[in-house]
């Protein structure tokens, strides 16, 4: 590991692995994503850290999925006291949430999960939009779209991660 790397990525490459499964846990619900990225330690930089974690994404098993999924608040209500859940819904206006939350019902009940997008960046017509557009999805295609969204939010999360010397409480 070189010294230039960024202290949050030297950080979780210092930790122990039940520290760094608690790093780790805080970016992906998923116990079989964080061992598989833990065991690729150390990093040099962060594009290996990832690639580790596309790499780990891509092996998840559908239950694998569904633990890393159950750690993620429905659209439109981000979990109170966790700055990471409200700033990554950000985009949701005040207006947008009620109607956010009955597509969410709809999602759920068709598909047996909250619904999962990366919300970085989107606006609350685009979740809805992308919403209505996954409500009629099969499991196998909306669960493969769920991987691709959860790999999004990991890389966003880690990059953040790797970046951060400490715990952030914002």
Request: net charge negative; proline share 6%; aromatic share 2%.
């Amino acid at each position: 590991m070189t010294s230039s790397a960024p202290p949050g990525l030297r950080r979780l490459n210092a930790a122990t692995a039940p520290a760094a499964a608690a790093l780790l846990h805080e970016v992906c619900g998923s116990a079989a994503w964080g061992a598989a990225v833990i065991a690729r330690r150390p990093y040099d930089r962060v594009d290996d850290l990832l690639a580790a974690s596309d790499t780990a994404m891509a092996a998840l098993t559908p239950a694998d999925l569904r633990e890393a999924m159950a750690g993620h608040p429905p659209i439109g209500r981000p979990t109170p006291g966790d700055p990471a859940s409200a700033r990554e819904q950000s985009g949701v206006a005040a207006a947008d949430r009620s109607e956010l939350l009955a597509l969410n019902l709809a999602y759920q009940e068709a598909h047996g999960h909250v619904f999962l997008i990366c919300a970085t960046g989107a606006t609350g017509a685009q979740m809805k939009a992308a919403l209505r557009a996954r409500l009629g999805n099969d499991e196998e295609t909306e669960r493969e779209i769920v991987r691709t969204e959860l790999g999004k939010i990991n890389r966003i999360r880690l990059g953040r991660l790797a970046e951060t010397a400490q715990e952030d409480p914002s």
